[in-house]
């Protein structure tokens, strides 16, 4: 995941064995590299197994240091709050990506095995609903952290939005929730910080937005805790920037097949006919990003729906769009749906 790193570092004068003994020591890294740094720690180049390897043979000194053998063009990033693709490097087979500051110092470390893209959002996860329907599994245990393979289901949502480089998030809770603060904390062990916002009366699915004073990139991202899914929120997010949206929705397709033939009409009499028929709609997911200042305008400590969010927007003439999932979905509101969620994590997992 997006998390700063000091074990990659090296210092330039460390010879050839030190390095490959600095190597040997890296673990969760999709490709074993070190950034060297000078005597201000600022990063001055990269090295591979392969660098010293190479060095070894062609030189047979294992005294010589990592600076005289570091790339300096290696590939990096420079600390920003903006949208960050990484569609290119991914193409070019890089895996790694430092970010610098102004003064070269690392401030991070993506690996572009775990990273997808780095979004400029903090998140809102609803997670303070009672979840009659999976009763009796939800009498002792909040529905978010009824187990999904090896973790709670809120745990997997939360390491989804870590890949997309989100770092913030609130997580809105009522029932049973000190279950939920007691097992992710405040979000350290992650690498983000996780803040908890308790509602003393049930708000609705966006009633807890307003409650939070301190929202601070220009869009956030809102989704509901209780979902399974592979959803990619970089496409999300680009739709509803390339489209100048004040709001988008993720959208699931919901088909409807009608048994029987479908008749066309014009006044009383049949002008053609269709043989069972199949209709599909783009159904609400649960997942939403929209801009800070549509949150102004939910009262505070009031109960409000996002879908009352979404038809003031229409009505006032603002824009909503909304993006399609691409994989898997599973809102898990009833045991059947539980039952399935729990198989088909068998099935990725194998």
Known sequence: YTTMRTDVLIHKNKNLVEGLQHLNKLHNLSRLILFVVDDNESVIGSVTDGDIRRSIIAEQNLLKTLGEIANPDFKRLYQKDTYQSFEKYRKSDIKILPILNQEGKMVDLIDLEYTKAQLPLEAVIMAGGRGKRLSPLTDTVPKPMLRLGDKPIIEHNIDRLISFGIKKIY???????????????????????????????????????????????????????????????????????????????????????????????????????????????????????????LIAKIEKGKYCDITDVMERLVTEGGKLVYDPIIGYWIDIGKTVDYEHAQEFIKHLQD
């Open 171 to 293: 997580i809105s809770v009522k029932y049973l929730g000190e279950q939920i603060v007691n097992y992710l904390c405040d979000g350290n062990q992650k690498g983000i910080t996780i803040e908890y916002v308790w509602e003393d009366e049930p708000l609705g699915t966006a009633g807890a937005l307003a409650l939070i004073n301190n929202l601070s990139t220009e869009h956030i991202l809102l989704m509901n805790s209780d979902l399974f899914t592979n959803v990619n929120f970089e496409s999300l997010y680009l739709k509803l920037v390339n489209e100048r949206a004040d709001m988008a929705v993720a959208s699931t397709e919901y088909k409807v097949d009608i048994p029987y033939a479908v008749f066309e009409t014009q006044e009383g009499r049949v002008t053609n006919f269709k043989e069972k028929p199949s209709f599909i709609y783009h159904s609400n997911a649960g997942i939403y990003i929209l801009k800070r200042s």
